[in-house]
């Protein structure tokens, strides 16, 4: 039995009906769900993995891109903690493409969240000479969810955020309409509110934001 065999295996035997339509409805019925809540998949992934670590060391982009080949949502989320377990810190500058690849494939905030976070951000801060470059492409893209890693990318970077970019992206999407950039401009400012809140406090107010973003930029300053 190899990994993904096994790791189905284990899902299929685990899962729960009930809670996979009450998940799927969450997710507006883009995905289906076996109906495993994070911490229980995490301790099947971390069991299983645990049997075949070799495989997923040595082939770890592959299994990943495989996982995501099957339907239910679990196993993107197992695809995408693979990659940031086994190769976000040792990633390669030709990484941005299956990055990008990722980003576009069953496309929702839960995944694209995580990985900007995760994996663009730091692929940017092995490779920051790439910064621009990735910047331009994404935020200028068709593409909602190019757009919105743009915004959300430099989530863990706190006080190393470089927020003349924050500023720069946001000023690219603040006329947005489309909610799901509206909340990323107000989550990327607030989450650099906790660094620096009288930037970000500058930039609300000096700037012609959606009501949207404003109120999520500003939900931890008002609260000080």
Known sequence: ????????????????????????????????????????????????????????KANTRTLAFQLYEKPQREFHYCAIELLIQNCSKKLQKDDIHWIERRLLTYSWWD????????????YLTQFPEQTNMVIEKFSNASNIWLNRSTLLFQLDYKKNTNFSILESVCEHFKESNEFFIQKA???????????????????????????????EALRIIEKQ
Do not use: C
């Not at 284990?10 to 899962?15: G, K, L, R, V, W």
């Not at 729960?16 to 339509?21: D, H, L, M």
């Not at 995944?111 to 730091?122: E, F, P």
């Open 185 to 215: 401009i107000g989550w990327a400012l607030r989450e650099y509110s906790k660094i620096n809140p009288i930037a970000v406090q500058n930039y609300v107010t000096s700037t012609n934001l959606k009501p949207l973003s404003k109120k």
């Open 111 to 122: 995944t694209v969240d995580t990985i900007s976070k995760y994996l663009l951000g730091r």
């Open 1 to 56: 039995m190899d990994f993904i065999t096994a790791l189905e295996k284990e899902f299929i035997a685990q899962a729960n009906t009930a809670q996979s339509s009450a998940m799927e409805a969450y997710m507006k019925n883009h995905f289906p769900f076996f109906g495993i809540a994070m911490p229980q998949r995490r301790v099947i992934l971390k069991s299983v993995s645990a049997e075949y670590s070799d495989s997923i």
